[in-house]
Nanobody
Framework: QVQLVESGGDSVQAGGSLTLSCRASEYTGSMTFMGWFRQAPRKGREAVAAIHVRGGVTFYTGSMKGRFTVSHDNVTNTVYLRMTSLNSEDTAMYYC?????????????????WGQGTQVTVSS
């Protein structure tokens, strides 16, 4: 059972930047995708970004492309989400997830393991 622990959530001003981290309890090389999802109050869970662990190919939901960058460190089994030009609509709980099977990288139903989340609040 892979355990994922997110960190880095904070309260920031609009226009600011933040980097989230997600450390896995074991070698992530056995995973296919590592992804980031978010859920704002009174809204459904939304895909943010994902990375193919071995190939390094990245995927982004349209509104995040160009502002967010997902990366993965195979040595520390950590996935990062660098977020820039933050606005109030980015306020949400951000979750890290890991997929053990080859599926759709931005579909939360294809992920097997989830972290507890880290809160990002953007004030204008």
């Amino acid at each position: 059972q892979v355990q994922l622990v997110e960190s880095g959530g904070d309260s920031v001003q609009a226009g600011g930047s933040l980097t989230l981290s997600c450390r896995a309890s074991e070698y992530t090389g056995s995973m296919t995708f590592m992804g980031w999802f978010r859920q704002a109050p009174r809204k459904g869970r939304e895909a943010v970004a994902a990375i193919h662990v071995r190939g390094g190919v990245t995927f982004y939901t349209g509104s995040m492309k160009g502002r967010f960058t997902v990366s993965h460190d195979n040595v520390t089994n950590t996935v990062y989400l660098r977020m820039t030009s933050l606005n109030s609509e980015d306020t949400a709980m951000y979750y890290c997830a890991a997929a053990s099977r080859l599926g759709r990288p931005l579909d939360d139903s294809d992920y097997d393991y989830w972290g507890q989340g880290t809160q990002v609040t953007v004030s204008s």
